[in-house]
T-cell receptor
Framework: GAVVSQHPSWVICKSGTSVKIECRSL??????MFWYRQFPKQSLMLMAT?????????EQGVEKDKFLINHASLTLSTLTVTSAHPEDSSFYIC????????????FGPGTRLTVL | SQQGEEDPQALSIQEGENATMNCSYK?????LQWYRQNSGRGLVHLIL?????REKHSGRLRVTLDTSKKSSSLLITASRAADTASYFC??????????FGKGTRLHILP
């Protein structure tokens, strides 16, 4: 099946620094990718929809200036957590919709972010 | 925003028993999916059921969908220790977006 990768799989950073997380669709093209955040023992919360070649659409309550999303190609979306704080520590998961099959979204393995 | 609500929130059963988890959602959907997530890991897609389907099987999994009640159930038969995980339903009620329910934490006791 189709594969979505995320890099890095985990990252530890100091408070105040910025962290970039990559999401790649490895064998299909994705005009739309999605970013989720998951706190411990909670569900996945959709943060934003990343559209190739245009601005991301953010869910209510998600700060667009803090969570910068760039979808520069049909196989790559990046999420940058700017000026990270301990409360941003979470599991970040992306998904990508195969543009050849509107029903199908594939999820990445997630990135564990720990902000000290 | 959360679309689905699973119940129970947590479930512990003996190995070999059947486990049933329910999901309710709020808006109209095209399809509903169930995912499994082991602790600290990524999602594993289990099954997709379309809005015009009422029941679907995959191995030991049985999913039902009642669009009139806006609810779905996931049945795992003959549970195994390896089934211990969190299970989420997810719906596409908001266009492209997949929105997840709160999940059920399933624990299979040896």
């Amino acid at each position: 099946g189709a594969v979505v990768s995320q890099h890095p799989s985990w990252v530890i950073c100091k408070s105040g620094t910025s962290v970039k997380i990559e999401c790649r669709s490895l064998d299909f093209q994705a005009t739309t990718m999605f970013w989720y955040r998951q706190f411990p023992k909670q569900s996945l919360m959709l943060m934003a929809t990343s559209n190739e070649g245009s601005k991301a659409t953010y869910e209510q309550g998600v700060e667009k200036d803090k969570f910068l999303i760039n979808h520069a190609s049909l196989t790559l979306s990046t999420l940058t957590v700017t000026s990270a704080h301990p409360e941003d520590s979470s599991f970040y998961i992306c998904s990508a919709r195969d543009q050849a099959s509107t029903d199908t979204q594939y999820f990445g393995p997630g990135t564990r972010l720990t902000v000290l | 925003s959360q679309q689905g609500e699973e119940d129970p929130q947590a479930l512990s059963i003996q190995e070999g028993e059947n486990a049933t988890m329910n999901c309710s959602y709020k808006t109209s959907i095209n399809n509903l999916q169930w995912y499994r997530q082991n602790s600290g890991r990524g999602l594993v897609h289990l099954i997709l059921i379309r809005s015009n389907e009422r029941e679907k099987h995959s191995g030991r999994l049985r999913v039902t969908l009642d669009t009139s009640k806006k609810s779905s159930s996931l049945l795992i038969t003959a549970s195994r220790a390896a089934d211990t995980a969190s299970y989420f339903c997810a719906t596409d009620g908001s266009g492209d977006k997949i929105i997840f329910g709160k999940g059920t934490r399933l624990h299979i006791l040896p």
